[in-house]
Nanobody
Framework: QVKMVESGGGSVETGGSLRLSCTVS????????LGWFRQAPGKGREGVSC????????YLADSVKDRFAISRDNAKNTLYLQMNSLKPEDTAMYYC????????????????WGQGTQVIVSS
């Protein structure tokens, strides 16, 4: 059974930082492309950033460039999202996701999803 568990969300003020983690079990972590998605209240889900199985960053949304960084630690089966200079518009539920296909990830259709962690940025 595949499990993806996010952590690290919380409430911060504008300009603050958070580091999200996603611990994965039940699959061959090193063989999977991984990504972070988010969904703000009343809006659709959007991709934030993706990283290939080999560790190459394959997608970073324009809205988070120069502020967010995705990384992975295959030894720990963990995906990270470092979020700096947070803005109120970053408020959302953040989800990690995995698929053997980077294409499916980029299309927003990965096979596996976490349950999400809430990020709230106050002005």
């Amino acid at each position: 059974q595949v499990k993806m568990v996010e952590s690290g969300g919380g409430s911060v003020e504008t300009g603050g930082s958070l580091r999200l983690s996603c611990t994965v079990s039940g699959l061959s972590f090193a063989d999977y492309a991984l990504g972070w998605f988010r969904q703000a209240p009343g809006k659709g889900r959007e991709g934030v950033s993706c990283i290939s199985a080999s560790g190459q960053v394959t997608y970073l949304a324009d809205s988070v460039k120069d502020r967010f960084a995705i990384s992975r630690d295959n030894a720990k089966n963990t995906l990270y999202l470092q979020m700096n200079s947070l803005k109120p518009e970053d408020t959302a539920m953040y989800y990690c996701a995995a698929d053997v296909s980077s294409t499916m990830l980029h299309n927003g259709l990965p096979r596996y999803w976490g349950q999400g962690t809430q990020v709230i940025v106050s002005s």
